[in-house]
């Protein structure tokens, strides 16, 4: 029988590739740590990176001084690799290897951040599974950050189909107990020297009446 699971799917492509050869690999994340910035958390905030097995945010964030700091990714691999590239510091960090879309875990977050694995949710009962978990994860009056395909985008990437999104249809899709804060369009250049237009979006839960 052939495994076709999602977790399957993603350790393949860190197995055939190192993790900075990904096409959404960036050196450094800019864009990610201004927006975090922007909504200004404190440095001891609970700060968890969704997809992070690839990305250099969790150390810059070390290195800016937050604290309470997870990092989850749905591929093994990838969490070893990035371990791996965090070095001694990697021991400051949680590592969670699970599927976002059903992962409970047990606390709650003040930032939520997403870059690349939300336009993955092509259809309706993948978004909801992920809201959900993002409803459960995100402390009310916590932000998110998302960073998904823009309206130019690729509508397939890593072989699998993706989702492409403006500002509205993004804020429309987490529903009303989202409002935007700040949005911005990013050309993103792969390590192969492709380029991909992203929508980074940072919104703020409403808090509780």
């Known amino acids: 029988m052939v495994d076709d699971s999602p977790q399957t799917h993603w350790d393949g492509v860190y197995a055939r590739r190192d993790a900075r050869e990904v096409s959404w690999f960036e ?3 800019e ?10 958390v404190a440095r001891d905030a609970a700060i968890v990176d969704v997809g992070g097995g690839a990305t ?7 290195d800016d001084g937050y604290s309470d700091l997870t990092v989850v990714d749905i591929s093994d691999i990838a969490l070893r690799a990035a371990k791996a590239a965090v070095g001694v510091q990697a021991e400051r960090l949680r590592w969670v290897g699970a599927d976002v879309r059903s ?5 709650r977050y003040d930032l939520w951040h997403d870059r690349a694995v939300f336009h993955f949710m092509v ?5 909801d599974a992920y809201l959900d978990t993002l409803r459960r994860t995100l402390a009310p009056g916590g932000h998110a950050i998302f960073a998904t395909f823009g ?3 690729p ?19 987490l529903r009303t107990d989202f409002h935007q804060v700040a949005s911005c369009l990013h050309e993103h250049t792969t390590p192969s020297g492709e380029h991909q237009q992203f929508l980074y979006l940072l919104a703020r839960r409403t808090p509780r009446p």
Do not use: N
Not at 103 to 107: I, P, T
Not at 123 to 127: E, F
């Open 155 to 173: 509508t397939r990437c890593s072989g699998l189909p993706t989702c492409r999104y403006d500002t509205l249809e993004l804020t429309r899709v």
């Open 151 to 153: 309206p130019a985008g």
């Open 103 to 107: 992962c409970d875990f047990g606390r």
């Open 123 to 127: 259809s309706s009962a993948d978004r």
């Open 31 to 40: 864009t990610s740590l201004a927006l975090i910035r922007q909504a200004v």
């Open 27 to 29: 050196p450094a994340p």
């Open 56 to 62: 250099g945010l969790a150390a810059a964030l070390l």
